[in-house]
């Protein structure tokens, strides 16, 4: 062996050397920063988490936390509503009763407010039948006198209309209360609306904190993601680097002294045995999911 | 010096009928005090009533009994053959001459005060507590009124029946004295459904308490006479629509069947008497216009005597009203050809006639039931005895009461009465111990001079007229005159009366 080939060989040597800590420092700064912005991310995970909030105004306060949201209406307001469903409760009942007792109650009142007429009515006509001779009067057309028998039919249609109005009175009265029952019922839930009023226009303050977690979450993610382009890169550097290395150390190995077969190369060949990938071994390329997952995104 | 005398001539005396009510003395002359089996004529002068003559020959079929109580003639639509009923010894008959049982079957009588009243062809017996009966012109029989095809309703057993206004009204029964029925239009024997009805007066009685005895129809008016009140109904053509139209206190009817419509008035008899309801309802003032004003109280007497059934009768062509009280076997005549200022009617009293019912039919006759049937009103015989008339003036003053007074002479002029035995009797300051002188009237033949006969086969009629004169004596400050004739088939009026008398000293 030559000097020649001895320094040849030497600097062979330490051209791989050299390389192969070129090498190293590119993997270790991809690594470095993948490291760093992956625990950005995971603080930004952490902040982008839902923090419970309440809404409270004159309606009553909301609170919202991760397992759900409750409502609390104000006292005052909650007696109002109670009072409001008792009474369409009342409404709705009064609606719900048979009709034939309501419209014989009305029908009742009716004849009792009739009665005073109709009895003055009918002592007038007594007395003129008396005036008149005829108070003993019995006819078989008529039972006893026509104005009698025209008496008892105005009565007994006036009982018919009575029953009548009284029906259509009962029918009138159940339909009212129905409306009123709505009414109330609707007017009821008026304090909760307008307490989600309320919470809807608080939202928007909440919303807003959520909102810069998010950023903070996205931020985060991106950042993860960045880090993982910044190993691959590295990898990527190192990998370019080796490949470089080792073409220069083919490349000397293979150029022959003399001409022929080149002992060197042999001999490197023997010394780097098997070390014909580009790849460094040890070295694995991450898969899209694993960048996926660094990188936070589904 | 011898004195003048006085003549005192009543030229148709009596002729107001009589006065029993006023001051005798001052009582016109035309006043009688007595006019016994007297009628006024239709010259305006006293005469005899008619008697009766029987008409029925088998008085067989009513014999036991008390005589015929109710007649009524009924005239067929169909053919204008009359039927006349009668009731009488617990039977419901029919005929004149010959008496005919036609009482329904299994139909028990015990007693006698039917009234017989017409509707719709129909002739309906009513009598309280008996069911009515009914002759169908169609069927030509009597039946009870349940047994009449068509018949409805529980037939009213009332005592008073009044066919008028196109149906019946009943009232008067054995526990309801004040209620009124009426049937269905034009039939008589429905009393349910249709347009019958009734109606109870109890409370229209003007002085709470009263008694329907009578209905009759007048003007157009439904009149319910109680026995002290009598109610006018208006408007009865519907009696449900009807109504009181006025009331009259303290003038009822006491008798059913004294009830008589002369066309103008009604005449039914009151507790005062004999009452006209057409002045009533003019005037509206009862006891002193009652027509029986001039014997108010002898009738009155003989009401509140009588236990019997009072009949009455008014004849258009006798133009009188008779009321009959038979327990006292009296009957008052009222003349209605005209009343008296007063409003009165001449009146006259009868005996001896005794009838127990009367019925004037469709031809004008007088029928009368009496104890052997019918009879009739013509002849001046009651059956085949003679009856007598009697007429008494009111006691004279002679224009002077205060100058004794000579009656010298009584001369009368009497229309008839041939060959009747008269008395011409005499009095004198309210005594009845009367001086009579006998004298019998003239039976002559009557001259018929100018008179043409051609065929005519009669020549004894004709009027006789008598003249008796008598010389009187005796003396007093009022003197009594008077007249009694037994008739016997012949008419008697008396004309005219004239005394002479001489005037004394004064009292």
């Not at chain 1, 078989?140 to 009698?148: L, T």
């Not at chain 1, 190995?253 to 022929?260: D, K, Q, R, T, W």
């Not at chain 2, 009332?158 to 004040?178: I, Y």
């Not at chain 2, 088939?489 to 004064?506: C, E, F, K, N």
């Amino acid at each position: 062996m030559t000097l020649d080939q001895l320094l040849g060989i030497t600097n062979m040597g330490g051209a791989a050397a050299l390389s192969n800590l070129g090498i190293k420092e590119a993997r270790d700064a991809g690594t470095a920063q993948q490291t760093a912005l992956t625990d950005m991310a995971n603080k930004y995970q952490s902040d982008i988490q839902f923090k419970p909030y309440t809404v409270t105004g004159a309606t009553g306060s909301s609170t919202f936390a991760p397992g759900g949201g409750a409502s609390t209406l104000s006292p005052q307001l909650q007696a109002l509503m109670n009072q409001l469903l008792t009474s369409s409760g009342g409404m709705f009942s009064g609606a719900a009763q048979p009709l034939d007792q309501r419209a014989m109650d009305v029908t009742a009142q009716l004849e009792a407010a009739s009665a005073p007429s109709r009895q003055r009515e009918y002592l007038s006509m007594e007395q003129r039948l008396f005036n008149q001779g005829r108070g003993g009067l019995q006819t078989a057309q008529y039972g006893g006198a026509p104005e009698q028998f025209a008496f008892a039919k105005a009565l007994e249609e006036q009982r018919a209309q009575n029953a009548l109005m009284g029906r259509t009175q009962a029918m009138n009265e159940q339909t009212q209360q129905l409306n009123i029952g709505q009414g109330l019922f609707n007017n009821a839930f008026v304090p909760q609306q307008q307490m989600n009023m309320q919470t809807q226009v608080n939202t928007p303050f909440a919303e807003l904190i959520n909102r810069a977690q998010q950023q903070g979450a996205v931020t985060g993610g991106e950042l993860a993601g960045q880090g993982t382009q910044a190993r691959i890169a590295g990898e990527t550097q190192a990998n370019n680097l080796r490949q470089v290395q080792l073409q220069g150390l083919l490349d000397a190995l293979n150029a022959p002294a003399g001409g022929g077969t080149s002992f060197l190369g042999s001999l490197l060949g023997k010394l780097f045995g098997g070390g014909t990938s580009s790849t460094p071994a040890g070295f694995v390329t991450p898969t899209a999911a694993q960048q996926n997952a660094a990188l936070n995104l589904p | 010096m011898a004195q003048q005398l006085q003549s005192v001539s009543i030229a148709a005396p009596g002729f107001f009928g009589m006065n029993t009510q006023d001051s005798p003395v001052e009582s016109p002359p035309r006043f009688a005090s007595i006019a016994l089996n007297c009628v006024i004529d239709q010259y305006g002068r006293v005469g005899a009533r008619k008697g009766y003559s029987y008409i029925t020959t088998n008085a067989a079929a009513i014999s036991g009994g008390n005589g015929l109580t109710t007649i009524y003639e009924y005239i067929k639509k169909s053919d204008g053959t009359k039927v006349v009923f009668s009731t009488g010894n617990n039977k419901l008959l029919t005929g004149t001459v010959t008496l005919v049982d036609a009482t329904p079957a299994s139909y028990t009588i015990t007693a006698e005060d039917w009234k017989i009243v017409e509707l719709n062809e129909k002739v309906y017996f009513f009598q309280r507590g008996y069911e009515p009966c009914v002759y169908s012109e169609g069927t030509g029989t009597i039946q009870k009124m349940s047994a009449v095809s068509g018949s409805a309703g529980t037939p009213p057993q009332a005592n008073e029946a009044l066919g008028a206004f196109g149906r019946l009204f009943v009232a008067d029964f054995t526990t309801d004295k004040h209620t009124i029925y009426w049937s269905d239009l034009l039939q008589g024997h429905k009393w349910t459904g249709g347009s019958s009805g009734s109606i109870d007066i109890n409370k229209v009685w003007p002085r709470g308490a009263d008694e329907i005895v009578a209905l009759a129809q007048h003007n157009n008016f439904l009149v319910i006479m109680g026995r002290r009140s009598t109610i006018i109904y208006g408007g009865a053509n519907d009696p449900s629509t009807m109504a009181v139209t006025d009331i009259i206190d303290n003038v009822g009817c006491i008798a059913r069947d004294s009830v008589q419509n002369t066309g103008a008035d009604i005449l039914f008899l009151s507790e005062h008497g004999v009452q006209s309801l057409g002045r009533l309802i003019q005037e509206k003032s009862a006891i002193l216009k009652d027509i029986s004003r001039n014997v108010r109280n002898d009738i009155t007497n003989y009401i509140t005597l009588e236990t019997g059934i009072i009949k009455s009768v008014y004849s258009t062509v006798e133009a009188f009203y008779l009321v009959t009280f038979p327990y006292s076997g009296i009957t008052y005549c009222f003349d209605m050809r005209g009343m008296l200022e007063d409003g009165s009617a001449r009146t006259t009293i009868w005996n001896k006639i005794e009838p127990q019912c009367f019925h004037v039919n469709k031809a004008g006759n007088l029928y009368m039931g009496h104890s052997n049937g019918i009879t009739l009103f013509d002849e001046y015989n009651d059956g085949t005895a003679t009856y007598s008339m009697e007429y008494f003036s009111n006691p004279m003053s002679f224009g002077n009461a205060t100058t004794l007074k000579f009656v010298k002479k009584i001369a009368m002029t009497i229309i008839g009465g041939a060959g009747a035995i008269t008395n011409l009797q005499w009095a004198y300051d309210y005594l009845f111990n009367y001086r009579s002188s006998a004298y019998t009237l003239s039976s002559g033949s009557i001259a018929e001079y100018n008179v043409a006969e051609f065929n005519v086969g009669e020549y004894s009629t004709g009027v006789v007229i008598t003249r008796p004169s008598i010389n009187a004596s005796g003396s007093g400050f009022v003197a009594t005159i008077g007249i009694t004739s037994e008739i016997d088939g012949a008419a008697l009026s008396i004309q005219q009366i004239d005394v002479l008398a001489l005037m004394g000293r004064l009292v």
